[in-house]
Nanobody
């Protein structure tokens, strides 16, 4: 089975930086998308950044601050987060979608930005 293993996260001061990484194991089919979503308690899951072989999309709130890096075929995606703000505090979940249309999710890692 496919498993997404996440690393990184933690607590940082406002203006600080953090990098998340996600690696997939057990994939039998190529992924056509990988990225990160986040969720605050009481709110719905929202896009942070997502890449396909041809494009990368970012949430408006993170443009210019976050950078997604994904090399298709390696099944590894990283998210560099700069100039972090308190409103970035959330549980971040890695996402992957394969060519069959199946979606996979990591268990989620906490990012906390506070002084």
């Amino acid at each position: 089975q496919v498993q997404l293993v996440e690393s990184g996260g933690g607590s940082v001061q406002p203006g600080g930086s953090l990098e998340l990484s996600c690696g997939a194991t057990g994939a039998m089919f190529s992924f056509n998308a990988m990225g990160w979503y986040r969720q605050v308690p009481g709110k719905r899951l929202t896009l942070v950044a997502r890449s396909t072989p041809t494009a990368t999309d970012y949430a408006e709130s993170v443009k210019g601050r976050f950078t997604l890096s994904w090399e298709n075929g390696r099944n590894v995606v990283s998210l560099r987060m700069n100039d972090l703000k308190p409103e970035d505090t959330a549980v971040y979940c890695c996402y992957a979608g394969d060519i069959r249309g199946h979606d996979y999710w990591g268990q989620g890692i906490q990012v906390t930005v506070s002084s």
